[in-house]
T-cell receptor, first 120, second 113 residues
Framework: GAVVSQHPSRVICKSGTSVKIECRSLDFQATTMFWYRQFPKQSLMLMATSNEGSKATYEQGVEKDKFLINHASLTLSTLTVTSAHPEDSSFYIC????????????????FGPGTRLTVL | AQKITQTQPGMFVQEKEAVTLDCTYDTSDQSYGLFWYKQPSSGEMIFLIYQGSYDEQNATEGRYSLNFQKARKSANLVISASQLGDSAMYFCAMREVNTPLVFGKGTRLSVIA
C-alpha cells in the first residue's frame, strides 16, 4: 500500500509555543489530506480536510486560527498548533487519499503513524 | 446522530478461538464503503478489510472476514483463530461519497493465552 509519513513522531513543548507537524505522501500524490485528533482511549475525530492549493475545511468546533493547515504541494500537508496549551495534548494523525478529484467510497485513505503531542 | 456504532467497549477471546466485533452504521446514501482498522498500542492505524455497499459477497482477508448485512446496516468483523498479536483497538469506519472516513468509538480486543 501507499506510504504516508509524519514528523515528528513525538513532541513535548512548553505551553504557549507553536508546534508544526508534517505529513508526507511518499510514493503518491495526494490532493486531499485529512487531519484527525485522538484523545486517550477515544476514537479518531476529524479536525479538517486539506486540499492542495486551497484553504482547509475545518470541522465544527475546531478553531482554524489555532490549528493552521497548509497543503502547499501534492505530497505535503502541515498542521501547526499555535500557542499550544495542555488541553491540546493529543495524538494527531494525518491521512492521505491516493486518488485525486472526487472522493468515492472506493478510494482508500492511507494513514500516517501519528504524532504524540504533549504540552507542559 | 452517530454514523458508526460499536457497542462493545472491550472484548476478551481465548487464543485460537474466533471473535466477532460488532458494528452498525447509519447512512441514507446508496454508495458507501465500510472499513475496519486495527490500532495497536503504537498508535498506527492498520487497514484490515473493506466492504463496498454494492459488493454482494462478504469481504475476506486472511483471518479477517466482514459479515455484511445491508438491510440491518451491520458490518461485523470476524477474526478467526485469534492470536496474541491481535490484542489491540479495532475501529469500524465508513466513508460516504465525497466525505472522509468517520470512525466508531472502537472495541478493545484482548486475546488470552
Amino acid at each position: 500500500g501507499a506510504v504516508v509519513s509524519q514528523h515528528p513522531s513525538r513532541v513535548i513543548c512548553k505551553s504557549g509555543t507553536s508546534v508544526k507537524i508534517e505529513c508526507r505522501s511518499l510514493d503518491f500524490q495526494a490532493t486531499t489530506m485529512f487531519w484527525y485528533r485522538q484523545f486517550p482511549k477515544q476514537s479518531l475525530m476529524l479536525m479538517a480536510t486539506s486540499n492542495e492549493g486551497s484553504k482547509a475545511t475545518y470541522e465544527q468546533g475546531v478553531e482554524k486560527d489555532k490549528f493552521l493547515i497548509n497543503h502547499a504541494s501534492l505530497t505535503l500537508s502541515t498542521l501547526t498548533v499555535t500557542s499550544a496549551h495542555p488541553e491540546d495534548s493529543s495524538f494527531y494523525i494525518c491521512s492521505a487519499l491516493q486518488t485525486s478529484g472526487r472522493i468515492s467510497s472506493y478510494n482508500e485513505q492511507f494513514f500516517g503513524p501519528g504524532t504524540r503531542l504533549t504540552v507542559l | 446522530a452517530q454514523k458508526i456504532t460499536q457497542t462493545q467497549p472491550g472484548m476478551f477471546v481465548q487464543e485460537k478461538e474466533a471473535v466477532t466485533l460488532d458494528c452498525t452504521y447509519d447512512t441514507s446514501d446508496q454508495s458507501y464503503g465500510l472499513f475496519w482498522y486495527k490500532q495497536p498500542s503504537s498508535g498506527e492505524m492498520i487497514f484490515l478489510i473493506y466492504q463496498g455497499s454494492y459488493d454482494e459477497q462478504n469481504a475476506t482477508e486472511g483471518r479477517y472476514s466482514l459479515n455484511f448485512q445491508k438491510a440491518r446496516k451491520s458490518a461485523n468483523l470476524v477474526i478467526s483463530a485469534s492470536q496474541l498479536g491481535d490484542s489491540a483497538m479495532y475501529f469500524c469506519a465508513m466513508r460516504e461519497v465525497n466525505t472522509p472516513l468517520v470512525f466508531g468509538k472502537g472495541t478493545r480486543l484482548s486475546v488470552i493465552a
